[in-house]
């Protein structure tokens, strides 16, 4: 084949492989804009309805008295911010939301690990934690109460309590799902058990396991809500129900938002740390 016969893709192929520091320095770029694109899409959705709910309050189509108005909930937040209240609720709930989310996710991990990979204690234990499971949260409240009083261990319990289940469930059914090709690989190359652990049964559920702790974590911010309706004087609980029974529903909006705000930015967080971890798979990306 002579040169003039060489396609475009072809030349611009050789071009990109003796230049792959041009490549490889364009790749962060092209990150960039994609969570940058991505950022402004999952901000158009509530910026267009909070436009749309302050532009109906100031046209008079609706009072605004039980739903204030964005501009009403952004000056309440920026009043609780200057004075310090805002950050120390804030602080206080993602402190004990963090303490319960460890609690609860590592007894979850160690028994759904248990129960994934052993008959005996799938047997014994999972019909108890099944039946546990279905029992509303509020119904911990006054026993947490009894147990443990109404300071923050009781607090730490019913969060714990709420983020075990999602991750005890994610991890044993990741254990459970294991290819049992990839078993008799392991074994086939006389893994050690120790080697089984690490090099297979753990990288085939790692993904699993990075989706439960997210829905773990969500759920402790939403028990942490409940927990913080046992005598709490501090977080951003304790901003809802002095809100309610003040009357003030701009306080109440501005204590959701807050929750909404920390969970979004707990949950961010919680996904660059577990990211490299996972970075080996090879997912389809393709749009339907």
Do not use: C
Not at 76 to 93: D, I, R, V
Not at 132 to 149: D, K, N, T, Y
């Amino acid at each position: 084949m002579t040169v003039t016969e060489l396609s475009g893709e072809d030349v611009e192929g050789r071009a990109g492989a003796e230049h792959p520091a041009a490549s490889s320095s364009e790749q962060p770029a092209a990150s960039s804009k994609v969570s940058s694109s991505n950022l402004l899409a999952g901000l158009a959705l509530p910026v267009a309805l909070a436009l749309l709910w302050e532009a109906a309050v100031r046209l008079g189509l609706v009072t605004g008295r039980l739903m204030p108005p964005p501009s009403k909930i952004v000056s309440t937040l920026a009043a609780l911010a200057q004075s310090g209240e805002l950050w120390l609720h804030a602080s206080t709930t993602l402190s004990r939301v963090l303490g319960g989310f460890a609690i609860g996710a590592a007894a979850g991990t160690v028994l759904g690990a248990l129960t994934g990979s052993s008959d005996l204690a799938r047997r014994l234990l999972d019909p108890m934690l099944q039946a546990l499971r279905a029992v509303p949260s509020i119904a911990w409240v006054p026993l947490f109460i009894l147990w443990l009083g109404i300071f923050e261990a009781s607090k730490l319990a019913l969060i714990g309590l709420g983020v075990f289940f999602p991750i005890y469930l994610g991890v044993e059914g990741a254990v459970r799902s294991v290819d049992r090709k990839l078993i008799e690989v392991g074994r086939s190359f006389r893994l050690s058990r120790f080697g089984m652990i690490s090099r297979i049964l753990l990288p085939a559920v790692l993904p699993a396991w990075v989706i439960s702790l997210r829905s773990g974590l969500g759920l402790g911010f939403m028990f942490v809500v409940a927990a913080e309706f046992m005598g709490a004087s501090e977080g951003l609980g304790y901003l809802l129900v002095d809100g309610q029974q003040l009357g003030k529903a701009d306080q109440i909006l501005a204590a959701i938002v807050a929750f909404a705000l920390l969970g979004k930015a707990a949950d961010s967080v919680l996904i660059l740390v577990t990211k490299p971890f996972i970075a080996w798979q090879d997912v389809s990306r393709a749009r339907l």
